[in-house]
């Protein structure tokens, strides 16, 4: 559910933000945009300064394209025309990032932060489904998980939401507190800690360290909910006391966790499971395939009830719970004689989503002379230990009968020189050389997944695969013609 009346008016706005004003404004405005590309007529936009673009280069392109107002830096007033509509402050991001602690000031939702090495995106988007059914529900779009991608979110937030779902992500210490704080969360969520961004902290225990720092904005009287069968889970517990947190609950397939899997099936399209919830059996679908994702189905339902939102409602939603763009979203291709089943995970990659993402391949249904494709770049930020990691997943490959394999990148060669010759589909120094050899190997009846970190440009070869063979609507089993 969406709010569909005005975000913020723009006396809340300069108030909250200390801001100058100038221009014809109007009395309100009815979403926030950083990016001229996905403006609304109404918008307030915000001028940020970024790595290498500045906002305030595309402010007249927002206005042009409707935006009811942009939100300027003092010192950059004398490049725009003067008689734009303007909110003037010092500092653009911090500005914004005023409006988010005014958003969370005048809101009586219930927030829930969300972080963890994998699966941050579809844990938000899961809960994004399950909270809706219960009440007006706002979340992060996309990955918008950093410092400006937090702040935004949260002032986007509709003064009528029931709930809040944030997520929080980082690639060094130091980045989730500061987030956290002004989140400031009633339950806040860790799916697991991996070897992730492993280059900046050396070791497991520096990252579950700088994941636990989102115990430091919790909400007196707040929850934390801990991955029980994560090796770091004893860490993160230890550092939630030493943060004061009074209540920690747990999920997993432990027979301690507060929300334990007792049972699943595994599906190519889905699963179907069984769980006891905070001392509540209970019996649910997941639209979604994959294991990873029936063990965080289970902290999605117990901080739902933690929010105060009906358990049954909410496992009843997540039937309806399919992946996202990038993230295992499913795309039948026409193929000459049949169709092919694409599985887009090309969005990032780590260890242990690529294990994650190879063993719902290994489920994926074929054709009679179907093969299992897998199409991966680098898995990057993993330091000294980046070729034995890549290496490593020869052992998934091999577990879950994956038939042929194209590698893309100077670490997957590591994986590429470990697979026995049959399982060698082709290697490429980068994605983009790597494309046409993928386009000339599907074939009707093949499954074929793509996955890479964000920088290892992956994605592209998805597109190219569509551009390629026409898209049929998501099909769940290809089959030849």
């Given at each position: 559910m969406t709010s569909t009346t005005s975000l913020w008016t723009v006396d809340a706005m300069r108030a909250a933000m200390n801001a100058r004003i100038e221009g014809p404004l109007p009395v309100a405005v009815s979403g926030l945009s950083i990016d001229t590309r996905t403006v609304d007529l109404g918008d307030a936009f915000f001028a940020i300064?970024?790595?290498?673009?500045?906002?305030h280069d595309f402010v007249e392109a927002a206005l042009q394209a409707g935006a009811g107002l942009a939100v300027v830096a003092a010192d950059r007033r004398d490049r725009l025309p003067k008689d734009a509509p303007l909110?003037?402050?010092?500092?653009?991001?911090?500005?914004?990032?005023d409006l988010a602690r005014a958003a969370r000031t005048r809101s009586e939702a219930k927030f829930i932060g969300v972080t963890g090495s994998v699966g941050k995106t579809g844990t938000k988007e899961a809960l994004r489904l399950a909270l809706s059914r219960e009440g007006e529900t706002h979340a992060s779009v996309a990955s918008y998980n950093n410092h400006w991608g937090v702040p935004l979110s949260l002032a986007r937030c509709p003064q009528s939401a029931k709930f809040a779902v944030l997520e929080m992500g980082m690639n060094h210490a130091g980045e989730i507190e500061p987030l956290s704080r002004l989140v400031r969360p009633h339950v806040a969520i860790i799916t697991n800690v991996e070897p992730v961004h492993l280059e900046f902290f050396g070791t497991l225990e520096g990252i579950a360290d700088a994941k636990a720092e989102i115990f430091a904005g919790l909400e007196p009287g707040g929850a934390v909910v801990l991955n029980h069968d994560n090796a770091q889970y004893a860490r993160l517990r230890k550092s939630a006391k030493a943060a004061g947190v009074e209540r920690i609950v747990t999920f997993g397939e432990h027979a301690?966790?507060?929300?334990?899997?007792?049972?699943?099936?595994?599906?190519?399209?889905?699963?179907?499971v069984q769980a006891c919830i905070l001392e509540h059996d209970v019996t649910y679908k997941l639209g979604a395939p994959g294991r990873h994702v029936v063990v965080n189905s289970l902290a999605v339902l117990v901080a739902a009830s933690l929010a105060g939102a009906d358990l049954a409602l909410t496992a009843l939603a997540l039937a309806d719970f399919k992946p996202v763009d990038g993230r295992g979203a499913r795309v039948a291709l026409s193929v000459p004689g049949g169709t092919a089943l694409l599985i887009d995970e090309s969005y990032n990659a780590n260890p242990a989503s690529m294990r994650a993402a190879l063993a719902v391949l290994g489920q994926a249904p074929i054709g009679l002379h179907g093969r299992r494709i897998a199409v991966l770049g680098d898995m990057l930020e993993l330091g000294p230990q980046g070729a034995a990691l890549h290496a490593a997943l020869s052992e998934p490959v091999d577990a879950h009968s994956i038939d042929v394999v194209f590698c893309a990148g100077p670490l997957m060669r590591s994986l590429f020189e470990a697979l026995p010759s049959g399982r060698r589909g082709g290697y490429a120094d980068n994605a983009a050389a790597l494309e046409p050899l993928v386009l000339s190997a599907i074939r009707a009846g093949d499954a074929v997944m793509i996955k890479g970190s964000l920088g290892s440009r992956m994605g592209p070869i998805a597109k190219a695969l569509q551009k390629h063979?026409?898209?049929?609507a998501a099909a769940d089993e290809p089959v030849e013609g």
């Open positions: 300064q970024g790595d290498s673009r500045d906002g909110l003037i402050v010092t500092d653009v991001l911090e500005a914004l990032r301690k966790a507060d929300a334990r899997l007792m049972k699943c099936v595994l599906r190519p399209d889905g699963s179907t063979y026409p898209q049929q």
